[in-house]
């Protein structure tokens, strides 16, 4: 079993920069993918960006040039580094994680099977 806690969110104004956080525990195994989700009221939840065991990464068209996946092997943590934030980026934040051994990346939520609770992000004009 997976376990994902988010933190970092908060309100900031349009340009503003945050640093979300996941931190994960459990077994996720030596080959693995994880992503950023988000969901805004009213919306269906999107991927943002995504990364594997092995560097890769893939970004939403919306977010490419602006937000920075990465993540720390040795502390179990994965990081969402979003620069020049605008309204449209006010969501509901998640973490999420593949099974052990999904070293493939995608941005669809059904590739993912473990979730966290989610950090909000909201940014005023």
């Known amino acids: 079993q997976v376990q994902l806690v988010e933190s970092g969110g908060g309100s900031v104004q349009s340009g503003g920069s945050l640093r979300l956080s996941c931190a994960a525990s459990g077994y996720i195994g030596s080959s693995y993918s994880m992503a950023w989700f988000r969901q805004a009221p009213g919306k269906e939840r999107e991927g943002v960006a995504a990364i594997n065991s092995y560097g890769s990464t893939m970004y939403a068209d919306s977010v490419k040039g602006r937000i920075t996946i990465s993540q720390d092997n040795d502390k179990n943590m994965l990081y969402l580094q979003m620069n020049s934030l605008r309204p449209a980026d006010t969501a509901m934040y998640y973490c999420?994680?593949?099974?052990?051994?999904?070293?493939?990346?995608?941005?669809?939520?059904?590739?993912?099977?473990?979730w966290g609770q989610g950090t909000q992000v909201t940014v005023s004009s």
């Open positions: 999420a994680a593949a099974e052990p051994w999904t070293w493939w990346i995608r941005l669809l939520s059904d590739h993912y099977n473990y």
